[in-house]
């Protein structure tokens, strides 16, 4: 027992794996109980025995494996994880438990699988199970087989599989075991229960006895259908209800929906094995059939019959089969063979069903046609044949040939035809038989029920009847209204009769066939058929179709629907029937009505009728109206009361006042009456001949509206139109077309026969009378709107002229939709349900196509032709093509019969010959249009093969091959490509090309289908391999095609198809199916089909009281809004009464109504910001698709919802596209009074706007073209900005538009192009257009090109980007272009550049071909225009200049308070565009043509005194605050009460104070500057910048271009004035740089001109010339420092590498330049140990990605200085060495980083220092090499220097440091300083050399005399940096420190400077800016502006309290910071006085 107690220590997981059975056996206890005790499936606990349960069942010691199975049996139901277990413990209970005898182990292994099945893991169960039965112990396999029948008993055959069971049922049924067998028979009955019949073909061939007990077991099966009694763990639902039912007692009335479910159909057809029989066909068969003896063709079609017999065939080529059957069954003389043969075409149609569909078009006709025959045998079997290939294809496909033959003359031909045509409609539904079929099916056969020949008749009776049953009578009864009553009857009598099929749709061919024989094959039908023949005078045709449905002892359930559908039928007629009757009444007799209008109205009034007065008549007319206005609808002798107004004198009457009141009279009884067709004839002729009347007509028109609602507008205009042109009045015509185009309107177009109207039109158009051909033309444009471009089709033969005249008409109408009915509701609402209107709806566009006049061109398709085409010369091949070409061309319309050519064209489609494979598309693409919806017939056989061709390897083939794909589906829709396996087999090929244009395409057409076949799952196991495609763009958009399958086949279906994929791959694949799962869009709902169509037609009634109602509430924002909502509350009203429905519907209409009443855009407050930030910080998708993905749509929507009206947003992402124009129209309403909102929203309305560009709907595209031009023109008045974002989120969409085919539309885009401009930069704008000159689109580069040029006319060469060079090589690439247009333009807009540019274009270009070049040269010589930029430039510009310089006076005088901040934003755009090219030094302003400052001389004329005004303002009210120093504060205030008023707005106050900044005025900028520093020098004001800085930066570096272009060159000027403005600019600058949370605002750009301009500033030799100059360059070089050390450093490096980057490419730029820009990057390195941790080193990093692309290495070795190379390589060793390797994660943003030289670069780096571990490295960067070899005394020396000198430049310990350096000089007199400060910059050396110096005067007593000036790094310590901080003393005193008069002289000196002490000229008149509109407030808190700065002047006024200070030096005082004189001697006290005075002198 020692040994037991060791393992009872174990825990429980290592006892069930002890080598001990007894341990196992204590294990498996503890384990069970365990098991049963953890509440939580999720716990951790489970996962610690997933390796182990498959030993608890496979234990070998048989006590301890009982144990283990019920310890396994509670894990599998209770664990979570359980699933993953299995395969392996399902094989492990089939191979070591099923064999055991203990009975208990068996039935646990069973609950085993069992409890798998419930836990989801059915199909690996089952695959265990049926490897089980392969096994060959014959235990195991009675335990699988009794395992899956309880499987199925329990759950149910929707869960277990049937097929593979029942494949292998045969095979157990002949084992030698009994017990296999006997097990093996409950399988088949326990299957038998669940599928019925189905289970009979497979089973067919067992052992006959066997059979036989089968069948008899079979008999004793209940009959009640079977239900699941265990459920899945997601059936929880199912199961609660079961339960429920139970407890009910049995399913007492629970069987009804949930036998649906229970009862998955089976098809025996699904069951069985597909045969290939095309290989077995005898070898000769093909001679055989063609043979001259008949015994021989005999034989060949006996072997084919064999081998047809299989019921189920594997697809394959049969089309030389069956075109050879063809030919038997239409030529063959001998009868026998043409029976046979149909035998065998029947044969091929029930054994490959669907797939036999492409071939049914050919064989139907030849079918049809043998009918002739009258020999019962070849009768029945055409019969069954042409039955047989119904079920193969749709009745919609072989309509056009069934109709056809219709018509035939040979009455057996009719009878056989009608018969079939019933026989198919009983497979119909009332969705597959829409109107548009019943429409010429019933015509046709209206013809056969009035046929001479009885059984055509009655043969048309049952098939109407059939029809009438089918689609119920409110479908039908509208092709009945001029049948008698007899034969009424006769149809109704039959459809009484009839039995339908359709139970169910899909298992409708299985359910057919269950009463078949034995062998599987002949169709019930066919019995039903040879009945017929026999029978037929019996003409009761509707019991024969039940006989043989009972026969075949089908599910009972079949007779249910039938009789629903009958129930269906009556309900809907209720409300159409009536009406029919009502509209046509018999014709009474004029002394019937004589009789009823005297018992109506007044005697006299009937006597004076026909008085010979005719005031008497009019008296008689009044009365006669009086009666009629009291009458009662119901008491109304409509037709009596016409008929009396129309005796005599009737319409002749000649007193027009008479006349008028009996037309209004007419219009009465019409409105008020029942009002029939017959009343109607009666006056309608009269009111046609009076339309034209100059007096009556108007009220002829009102009552020929009035007879239009009261008998239809279709029939009315029928008949008015045709009287109309059937008499001579050119007046009447006229005005009746008119009348016909505004009851178009108003009616809708619905049920209008346009054929009818059509001829008239055409008459009229040819009319000599120009009134009737301007109506008519009028008229076309009405219909237009309604049917869109075929209208146009019908008058393509028109004479040129009129064919322009309707096309301008057609081009009007373009983009407007068609008005929403508002008549023709109120009583006959036709057809009240939804499918039916709907279809009449969609009849409208199809009407229009299958009225065309179509040519047959079958007999121009010769076998001569077809054999060209078959050639082997490929040049005969292409006559051939070329010959059907033309055939087609001529034709235009043509009929589906194109005999042979489908063949042949198939096979020329995979020519060898690319370029014959191309023809061949484009004849099939003509092909599509030219046959219209017929096409669809042709689809497999043609079709597919097409989509084969997407897998060519050329490009160009693929691209025709997808347009031709996408004209057949235009033509046919997607049904008849998804059906069937074809798809699935196209995908299943291997072929990348093919596998992304396939699924490309499917993802296209997917999402607009409502519903799609069945057999699109058949694609999904492709689609998966797809997935994990070794070609990434086949996996890419095999991931973009997923959720569109996901959302017609739903998840789960999906998830099914996953299991039979390896593991890895279907883990990967599920996770993918969650994901799009989250994406799957919403099906396109029904409603919004009907709603559609509301426009266009009279809509669903159910739509209109809604659609009434809201118009009558007056809301004009919801003209009809038939949206979901309503539809479903009145859709179950609307039938059963309109008034009800009336109700029902106001109710949502009227909540919708208060909904609307608020805003539109809802600001949110930085909501704009927030979102920009997200997509920087990619936190959400970066607006960039080619078409806009789900996951982009659904985003937006996220985004949209916090901030637009939710009803609008509804409207916004409705499906349908009518909702859209709903919602622009909308926010064109709301536009102006919500400019605001729109601007919070602005970029979210334009991605919403770039979705909208990819929506096929032209009517959208133009309304949102509509919006945007009222947008931006809005944008521009409200001056604002766009921003970067929201450009590139929509710019680039916008110019793909630029390419649209319609002018209409290009031209819209290249306005609202040419809007954009005046809201953001052409230069930014130039680059987003150039990106479109690279589309595959030749019209969208053709536009781009002349936009480009318009740019550059407009703009000048210095919007061309990124250099003009640059772009004018790019757009010189288009002049050889393939596309004329594109040269032409590519050529023109050269043209224009070499306008503005002169010879200079032709260096910019480069080297173009001789070809190109001869061409340019020419144009140019043509455009003989001499470069004359400025004056052209001018002309453009001056107009709009002037207005916006009165704009701004006005502006100034209402005082600053409204808001010009976007006056800087224009003019530094303008800046931007002057400053793109030009270096840095002065040589380039000359470069730029001078037209800027031409400008500012014109503008400084014009507006020069409004100018003068603002300042003076200003300063008037300063002049005083200063006066007595001790003021206190608050007065201050007070005295400003022009500041006062705006501080409600101190944003608005900093935007205008900031606007004059960059001001030509030298003055006013100096005063915007002054008081900006004194803002940014008091700690609490400051924060007011904060948002402003950017705006700031522009402002000054605008300044500070001014003066470097304009300013400096003025001789005028006095350079002082200059010197001071400088100084306030780099003054007010270093305050800002000091404050390091304003700093950092400064974004790239920003930094990146502002150090340009300094940059300049240092190297303009001018200032340098200048008294004082060296001492601003020096402040600059500080304020450089500053910028650098305390921007964002990311953005200043960033900055700093562009402006390398640029001033490396610019050929004008000076090295020097870039020398300097590189000595900031150096500085920046050294800067970086510190800021590393503060960098986005990914963009820094892009940004050097983006430089070495530009420059690679071998380009910058060869710049003229190495520096360039150096610095880089510093830059990335610096960032390197801090980084390590983690540098490498940082490359994120680089696109495609394996290509990138940096990261080469950076692993070498990388690399070369790991080996370089050992090796200290210098301090020095720069140097960069280890000196490890110098002596160990001098590294300690340089250490010590080292730190000295990383004090002196930190701020805080500078003084520390150079005190030290002092002391460490002092003590080693000879250490060597020198190569410390070499390296640095010369202002830090004299820095550290005046600071020794002045360390020195102090320590030896002389403190007094002061150093020069403070130009130091520590300034930033300082919260007041007043003035030139000494390094002595520090003005703040903050250290306590005494104060040194040296500060204040150096104080003095600055103000004396800026105030230009004795030469200020006030009399000059200032320079106005070049660009000035006032603009949008950015945020900012409220501040004080001119707050004292008393604090600052504390000091001084303890020592000169008798200074003044002028106002105008309190402005300045605060500036300086910087200047300051060369170090001079200190002064006296007097002295400064004197200077003050004199200073102040000089201002008054």
Known sequence: MGDDSEWMKL??????????????????????????????????????????????????????????????????????????????????????????????????????????????????????????????????????????????????????????????????????????????????????????????????????????????????????????????????????????????????????????????????????????????LPKDFYEKIEAKKWQERKEALEAVELLVKNPKLESGDYADLVKVLKKVVGKDTNVMLVALAAKCLAGLATGLRKKFGQYAGHVVPTILEKFKEKKPQVVQALQEAIDAIFLTTTLQNISEDVLAVMDNKNPTIKQ?????????????????????????????????????????????????????????????????????????????????????????????????????????????????????????????????????????????????????????????????????????????????????????????????????????????????????????????????????????????????????????????????????????????????????DVKCGSNAKEAMTAIAEACQLPWTAEQVVAMAFSQKNPKNQSETLNWLSNAIKEFGFSGLNVKAFISNVKTALAATNPAVRTSAITLLGVMYLYMGPPLRMFFEDEKPALLSQIDAEFEKMQGQTAPTPTRGISRHSGGGGDDGEEEEQEDVGNDVVDLLPRTDIGDKITAELVSKIGDKNWKIRKEGLDEVTSIINDAKFIQPNIGELPAALKSRLNDSNKILVQQTLSILQQLATAMGPNIKQHVKNLGIPVITVLGDSKNNVRAAALATVNAWAEQTGMKEWLEGEDLAEELKKENPFLRQELLGWLAEKLPTLRSVPSDLLLCVPHLYSCLEDRNGDVRKKAQDALPFFMMHLGFEKMAKATSKLKPTSKDQVLAMLEKAKANMPAKPAPPAKASSRVVGGAAPAKFQPASALAEDSGSNTMESKPDPKKAKAGGTSSKAKGVQGKKVLSKPNLKEDDDKSGPIFIIVPNGKEQRMKDEKGLKVLKWNFTTPRDEYIEQLKTQMSSCVAKWLQDEMFHADFQHHNKALAVMIEHLESEKDGVISCLDLILKWLTLRFFDTNTSVLMKALEYLKLLFSLLSQEEYHLTENEASSFIPYLILKVGEPKDVIRKDVRAILNRMCLIYPASKMFTFIMEGTKSKNSKQRAECLEELGCLVESYGMNVCQPTPGKALKEMATHIGDRDNTVRNAALNTIVTVYNVHGDQVFKLIGNLSEKDMSMLEERIKRSAKRPSAAPVRQAEEKPQRTQNISANASMLRKGPAEDMSSKLKIMYRTYRIQNRNMGSHSETTHAVPREFQLDLDEIENDNGTVRCEMPALVQHKLDDIFEPVLIPEPKIRAVSPHFDDMHSNTAST?????????????????????????????????????????????????????????????????????????????????????????????????????????????????????????????????????VLEKSDQTNILSALLVLLQDSLLATASS??????????????????????????????????????????????????????????????????????????????????????????????????????????????????????????????????????????????????????????????????????????????????????????TEREGKGRISASTGISPQMEGTCVPASTHTVSSSIGNTNGEEVGPSVYLERLKILRQRCGLDNAKEDRPPLTSLLSKPALPTVASSTDMLHSKLSQLRESREQYQHLDLDSNQTHSSGIGTTLASPSSAAANIDDLKKRLERIKSSRK
């Open 1711 to 1896: 090295p020097k330049f870039s020398e300097l820009v590189m000595k900031c990057l150096w500085r920046m390195v050294r800067l970086l140990p510190e800021t590393i941790n503060s960098i986005n080193l990914d963009r820094i990093l892009l940004d050097i990605h983006i430089f070495m692309k530009v420059f690679p290495k071998e380009k910058l070795k060869q710049c003229k200085s190495e520096f360039p190379i150096r610095t880089l390589k510093t830059l990335l060793h610096t960032l390197c060495k801090l980084k390590g390797p983690k540098i490498l994660d940082h490359l994120t943003m680089i696109d495609n980083k394996n290509e990138s030289e940096l990261e080469a670069h950076l692993c070498r780096v990388m690399k070369h220092s790991m080996d370089q571990t050992g090796s200290k490295a210098d301090k020095d960067t720069e140097k960069g090499a280890s000196r490890t070899e110098e002596k160990a005394s001098k590294a300690k020396v340089n250490d010590i220097l080292a730190e000295i000198f990383k004090k002196i430049g930190s701020k805080e310990n500078t003084k520390e440091g150079l005190a030290e350096l002092y002391e460490y000089k002092k003590k080693y007199s000879d250490a060597d300083i020198e190569p410390f400060l070499k390296n640095s910059s010369q202002f830090f050396q004299s820095y550290v050399e005046r600071g020794l110096r002045l360390i020195e």
């Open 416 to 692: 056989q035809t009608s018969l079939f045509i019933a026989r198919s409609f009983r497979h119909c539904t009332p969705s597959t038989l829409p109107k548009s079929l019943l429409k010429p099916f019933c015509a046709a056969l209206l013809k056969h029920i009035n046929d001479s020949a009885p059984e055509v008749r009655d043969a048309g009776f049952e098939a109407l009847g059939t029809a009438l049953k089918v689609a119920g009578e409110k479908a039908v009864n509208p092709f009945l209204a001029d049948v008698d009553k007899l034969k009424l009857d006769r149809i109704k009598e039959c459809a009484e009769k009839v039995e339908l099929v359709y139970g169910k749709k899909t298992g409708g061919t299985a359910e057919k066939k269950e009463g078949k024989p034995i062998t599987g094959k002949t169709p019930v039908l066919s019995g039903a058929g040879g009945d017929k023949e026999t029978k037929d005078a019996a003409t009761k045709p509707g019991l024969l179709k039940k006989a043989p449905a009972v026969k075949s002892g089908g599910p009972p359930k079949k007779g249910k629907p039938a009789a629903a559908a009958g129930m269906g039928g009556a309900g809907a007629k209720g409300k159409k029937g009536p009406e029919t009757k009502e509209i046509f009444e018999s014709e009474l007799s004029i002394e019937v009505c004589e009789e009823k209008a005297a018992a109506v109205l007044p005697a006299s009034c009937i006597q004076q009728l026909d008085s010979g007065n005719w005031k008497e008549r009019l008296a008689c007319m009044e009365e006669f109206q009086k009666a009629v206005e009291l009458m009662e609808r119901s008491e109304m002798p409509c037709q009596a009361l016409v008929r009396m107004l129309a005796k005599k004198p009737g319409w002749k009457e000649t007193n027009f006042q008479v006349m008028q009141m009996k037309l209004h009279i007419v219009a009465l009884i019409a409105q008020k009456g029942n009002f029939s067709k017959t009343s109607a004839q009666v006056v309608l002729d009269g009111l046609v001949d009076k339309v034209g």
């Open 11 to 280: 825990p429980i997981d290592q006892k069930c794996e002890h080598k001990l059975w007894k341990a196992r056996l204590n294990g498996y206890e503890e384990a069970l109980k365990l098991f049963q005790k953890i509440d939580d499936e999720k716990s951790p606990e489970w996962s610690k025995y997933l390796g182990l349960i498959k030993k608890f069942v496979t234990d070998s010691n048989a006590v301890a494996q009982l144990k283990g199975l019920e310890a396994a049996l509670a894990y599998v139901e209770n664990a979570h994880v359980a699933g993953k277990t299995t395969g392996e413990v399902a094989s492990g209970v089939v191979n070591k438990v099923f064999n055991q005898p203990k009975a208990r182990a068996k039935e646990l292994g069973l609950d085993i699988c069992l409890m798998y099945i419930e836990i989801e893991k059915g199909e690996a169960v089952q695959e265990e199970l049926l490897k089980g039965l392969d096994n060959k112990n014959p235990k195991i396999i009675v335990a699988c087989i009794e395992t899956l029948r309880k499987a199925l008993s329990e759950f149910g055959s929707k869960i277990i599989s049937l097929k593979p069971i029942i494949k292998v049922l045969p095979k157990l049924f002949e084992s030698r075991e009994k017990a296999v067998r006997d097990e093996a028979k409950l399988l088949a009955v326990e299957i038998y229960r669940w599928i019925r019949d189905a289970l009979r073909p497979p089973l067919q061939n067992i052992n006959s006895v066997q059979l036989k007990e089968l069948e008899e077991e079979w008999v004793k099966v209940s009959s009640v259908a079977p239900k699941q009694t265990r459920f899945l763990r997601s059936q929880q639902e199912l199961k609660a209800k079961f339960e429920q039912q139970q407890a009910v007692g049995g399913d007492a009335d629970g069987g009804g929906d949930d036998e649906e479910e229970a009862v998955p159909q089976v098809d025996a057809y699904e069951l069985l094995e597909a045969v290939e029989i095309l290989s077995k």
């Open 1550 to 1682: 900093i935007n205008f104070v900031i606007s004059q900044v960059a001001s030509g005025d030298i003055n006013t900028s100096i005063q915007a500057l002054a008081q900006i520093d004194e803002v940014l020098r008091q700690e609490d004001k400051a924060e007011a910048m904060s948002g402003h800085i950017d705006q700031f930066l522009i402002a000054t570096f605008m300044q500070l271009r001014l003066i470097y272009n304009t300013h400096m060159a003025d001789e005028k000027l006095d350079k002082d004035e200059i010197v001071k403005l400088y100084s306030c600019i780099i003054g007010s600058m270093i305050s800002l740089f000091q404050i390091e949370g304003l700093a950092r605002e400064a974004s790239t750009g920003v930094l990146k001109d502002l150090m340009h301009g300094l940059i300049t500033l240092m190297l303009d030799s001018r200032v340098e010339d200048i008294e004082e100059g060296e001492q601003v360059i020096r402040s600059v070089n500080l304020l450089v420092v500053k």
